[in-house]
Structure formats: C-alpha cells, structure tokens
C-alpha cells in the first residue's frame, strides 16, 4: 500500500534494502549515512529471509514488505492482549522473515523481573498462540533482542531507565533511534505514558529517526472524551506518529471488502439503492463478559462494538471508491460516508439493546449479565445492541444499515449481508417460488472467512420449484497460506510507518457523533430488555425489523 516503498523488479537485494530503508518522503539524508549503511545491510538480509520464508507461497512473485531497525516497547507485556495476540504476532512475523535482524522488543511492567523472565513469559506465550510453528532459530533471534524494564506507570525513575535502555539497544543492535511504543494498558493510563514519553524526551525523534506511539481502542467513551484524548496525545506526537487500532481493519477479510468492490467489475454497479434493499453488520459473540466487568460495564456492547468495528465496516461498505489507497485518500472517503450518516427519527422504535439472562451455552449452564462477578444489581449497561442508520447520500439514500452486535448470542459470527431487492417480476407460480427469498452477498469476516452469494435456482426435477442455493468462496480453499491475525498486518505497517489500516481521529470523532445520541437516549430508559444467553437477542430487536417488514438473518 505505501507507494514511496515500492521496489522496482529489477532492483538486486541491496539496491532494494536501500530503496525500502529511505525515509517515508523516500529521501535518504547525508547525515544518516552511517545509520543506513547499517540498517541497508540488516534490511537486505530480512529481505533475503523473509524471500527465503518456508511459509511463503513460491507463487508470490513480489517482494515482501519488511520492517527496517528499529524497537517496538509494549508497556502493559502482562496483560490479556500483550499475552495472547501482540507476542505471538510478533514472533509470526520474524518467523515470516518480516523482522530486521536488530529488531528489539522491550517489555514494561510493573514486576520485579530480570530480562529471563520477561523472554520467558515472551516465550510462553509464543508456544501457547502464535498461528506459525515453533521455529528454535527464530526463537533465538527474536529472545537475543528482548529486554525488560520494571515500573509503574506514574514512576519517573522507571521511564528514565527506559530512555537509557533504548539508547543503550541502539548501540548494541543498531536500531537507530527508531522507536514504536505500543499502549497495551486501560485507557486511563493512556495520558499518564504519553507525558512520561514527553518528559523524558522519548516521543521527540532526532533527525533521521521515527517515534510513533500506538493506542487501542476504545478511543474514549464519548465525543468529549475522545477529543480530550487526542489534545493529549496530540501535544506530543503528531497526527501521523498515531496508530489508532481497530483490529478489525487488519482483518484480511476486511481489507477484502475493498478488493472485492474496486478490483472487479461485477458488484460495483449492482451496490446501490437501485439494488440493494438494505444492509446489515453483524458481530455476535457466544461468549459472556468474562472477567472484564471492570472495564465492560458503563462501557456496554454499542460503544465497545458498534463504534469502532461496526462503523468502520459500514463505511468501507458504502464509501466511493478512493483515488488511491493512500492513507489520505482512503481516510477521506471513509469520512464522508460516516458524515453522511442519519440517525432514525424515533431512536425508541429503531434501535435496540438487551443484557443476557441466565441461559444455556456449549451445554452448560451460565450466570446472567447481572450475576456476574462485579456487576452491579442496577446496572443499565447492555450486552446487546441494534441500530438502524441511514446514509444521505445519492448511492444509498433510503437503504438502511442494521448493525447488531451483542454477548452470549448463539454463535460467534461477524459478517457484512448486502441484501437485494426482490427480483421486479417473477414468471412463476407463487407455489413455485414459496420459500425463495432475496438475493445476498455475504461478506464473512471470521470465523470461516470468505463470500457466500445467495441465489435462487431451479430444484432438480419436472417442475419449475426455485429454492435458494450458495455459491462459496473460502479463503482457506484458495489461498496456500492461511490469513495472517490481524495484529501480524497492523504492528508490521506500524513498524514500516504505513498508515492506511489506521483510523484518523476525525473518523473516531465521526464515529462518537452518531453514537452519542442514541447512547443518551438509552441512559434514559433503565435496564435494558433480557435474552436468554445462547439466544439471538431481546425480543424488541426482531420488532424493530418487523416494523420495517424484515428480518434478521439467521446465523
Ligand atoms: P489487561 O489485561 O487489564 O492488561 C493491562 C496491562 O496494563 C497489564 O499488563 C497491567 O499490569 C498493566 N498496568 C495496569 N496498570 C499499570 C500501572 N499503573 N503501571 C504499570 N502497568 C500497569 O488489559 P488488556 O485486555 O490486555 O487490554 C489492553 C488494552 O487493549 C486496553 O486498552 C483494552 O481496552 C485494549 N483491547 C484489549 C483487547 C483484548 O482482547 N484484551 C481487545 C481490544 C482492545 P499488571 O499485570 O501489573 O496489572
């Protein structure tokens, strides 16, 4: 996607290092010669590895997209998504020979360790997630560069031994100054990290390096918070220097939204209101809170889902096709999609939300949203939530987008359904046609990622019966490798600095601006509807489709 990274065919493996080491305006500065001379060198041979990468379909004829040197710090190394998905991603990625040789990882928390123990807990997690094999060679490589750094958060003392630890790492492994600090920590301590990469001088890059600081979602709680947030944020690094992580955009399947709208020809001219009938975005999860009342409740399932991945699925649904795939370009149609959002005029009757009751799941018995540990009795916070929106614009004016997601549902399912509208006449008997219904397109994120198309088809035999089928297209099917995780794509365009798969705060602002609304008026309400865990929901969302004549596909 980063054009000024783009290798000619003819280039040989350093004229290529060289090419992929300049710096993202593509001008490689006299005073950094020394710095590229080393990194060209380490970039050539990560090229060389990653060409060399068994796990590399020989079909592939391009040049892989490799990190130059530099060092990624993850403060929060002991939580839930350090440990199950930012680890192990990290190893997939020097297992594909994505990683510079230098490559440092510097973990921070607040533990009493030595670097063993941090490469041990590295190394754990590696065995027990990472989607590639255990590779001794690349575990050695990847363990040579691990260093760990003990503190709190609020702790002075702490951040300036991790300045002298990075400037230390520069002259031993030659990463140059070039640093990703990655915030997996709760977002209240978002503010807190930032000022200490402020005060030690670690967020200003000197010439010729990169700093970048890379935050998760959520991205506030509401618009107010979101832009106190990014005052924050933005008095330190700027724009370009943020990575927002919505997971979702590094989704294969999701990025296979746009292949499959701009690089055929089929779909597009059908992606209408002539066409379509409505849309809708499903993310439904089989499993309960967990252990994360703490940060889930007052949060709830529309804020946690809906404005984040949900909208960003809706606006790479429905935006125009952007002049290019730049960062800017990208961002700019998604935008206008999500201004061009309208909420229903009676949020009563066109959204809905619920919290799961004791229930039934996998063929045990579960506690309701109210009975679990740390909830309290008179929480109003939901675990499901529906909403209708409309975009005004000349493409989709009158189609609406249903977007639900929610806890405890009966399966764990995202998908995108783009639904037609009924064929204008059928030449049939209506018994014929009985149980045809319309035509769709069903995009499925995870899991059994790939495309279904639902048509209608004659039923072997005498008579004109016409049913619906599907007809299939599975990733695993098609492609040899399987699809790296999302975090893979994303911590590797981080450490290359490209930032297309990244929402731009005016998006995240965007996103809150619809949201708020309908989250003001559910403050009102109480406590929302109950549904039986392992069902599909309260009963006041199927009426909100019935209203419209319609109904939620069955999952
Ligand atoms: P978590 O399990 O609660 O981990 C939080 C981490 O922050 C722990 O390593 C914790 O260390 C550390 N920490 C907390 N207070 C600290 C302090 N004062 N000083 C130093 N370290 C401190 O959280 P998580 O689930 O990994 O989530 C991390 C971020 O990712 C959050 O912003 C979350 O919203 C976001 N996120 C998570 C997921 C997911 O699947 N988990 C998905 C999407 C987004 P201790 O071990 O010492 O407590």
């Known amino acids: 996607m980063n054009k000024d990274r783009h290798v000619p065919e003819q280039a040989g493996p350093v004229e290529e290092a060289a090419l992929l080491a300049r710096s993202p305006e593509g001008v490689t500065r006299p005073e950094e010669s020394m710095a590229v001379a080393a990194s060209v060198a380490g970039t050539a041979t990560t090229m060389q590895a990653a060409l060399a990468n068994p796990l590399r379909d020989p079909r592939d004829k391009r040049l892989p997209r490799v990190a130059g040197p530099c060092v990624l710090v993850l403060f929060g190394v002991t939580g839930d998504l350090a440990q199950r998905k930012l680890l192990p991603a990290i ?51 990847l363990a040579e560069g691990i260093h760990f750094v003990p503190g709190e958060f609020s702790d002075d003392d702490a951040f300036d031994k991790l300045a002298d630890a990075l400037a230390d790492i520069d002259r031993r492994r030659g990463t140059g100054g070039n640093y990703a600090f990655y915030l997996s920590v709760p977002p209240k301590f978002f503010p807190v990290v930032v000022k200490q990469l402020q005060r030690t001088g670690l967020a200003d890059a000197p010439e010729g390096s990169w700093r970048r600081v890379v935050i998760e979602k959520p991205f506030g709680h509401d618009l107010a918070s979101a832009m106190e947030l990014n005052t924050i944020t933005s008095a330190v690094f700027p ?87 730049d960062a800017d370009a990208l961002r700019r149609e998604k935008e206008k999609v999500l201004k061009a959002v309208r909420l229903p005029q009676d949020l009563g009757s066109s959204t809905a939300r ?40 000349r493409r989709w004016a009158g189609v609406p987008f249903y977007l639900r997601t929610g806890k405890r549902l009966g399966r764990r399912v995202t998908e995108v359904a783009v639904v037609f509208q009924r064929a204008p006449h059928l030449p049939f008997s209506k018994d014929d046609t009985e149980i045809l219904g319309q035509n769709a397109l069903v995009i499925r994120v995870q ?83 109950d549904y039986p865990a392992g069902s599909w929901g309260p009963p006041s969302s199927d009426a909100m489709m019935a209203r419209d004549g319609r109904v939620w596909r069955r999952l």
Do not use: C
């Open 239 to 325: 724009e370009e220097s943020v990575f927002r992580i919505d997971h979702y955009l590094g989704k294969e399947t999701v990025q296979n939204i746009m292949a499959l709208r701009f690089a055929n020809n089929l779909f597009e001219p059908i992606w209408n209101r002539g066409y379509v009938d409505h849309v809708q975005i499903t993310m439904a999860e089989d499993i309960g809170i967990g252990g994360r009342a703490g940060y889930y409740d007052g949060i709830g399932a529309a804020r946690d889902v809906i404005q984040n991945h949900l909208l960003q699925l809706l606006a790479l649904v429905a935006m125009e096709d952007p002049t290019s795939f």
């Open 91 to 141: 190893y997939d990625l020097g297992n594909r020979g994505l990683l510079p040789p230098g490559f440092s990882l510097v973990g921070f928390a607040r533990r009493d360790w030595a670097n063993q123990d941090f490469a041990q807990l590295t190394h754990d997690a590696i065995k027990e997630h990472a989607r590639t094999p255990f590779r001794e060679e690349v575990w050695k490589q």
């Open 354 to 393: 619920g919290k799961y009751a004791a229930g039934w799941q996998g063929g045990e018995p579960v506690v309701g949203y109210l009975e679990e540990e740390g909830i309290p009795a008179d929480s109003i916070t939901e675990t499901y939530a529906a909403i209708k929106l409309e975009i005004a614009n």
């Open 447 to 529: 899991p059994d990622e790939g495309i279904t198309v639902r048509f209608g088809s004659k039923v072997p035999g005498t008579a004109m019966e016409v049913r619906d089928v599907s007809m299939d297209f599975a990733y695993g099917e098609s492609f040899m490798e399987s699809s790296p995780e999302a975090y893979e794509r994303l911590l590797l365009d981080v450490l290359i600095g490209d930032p297309p798969l990244f929402p731009h705060q005016r998006e995240v602002e965007l996103s809150w601006l619809i949201l708020d609304p309908i989250e003001d008026h559910w403050a009102t309400q109480g406590q929302p509807e």
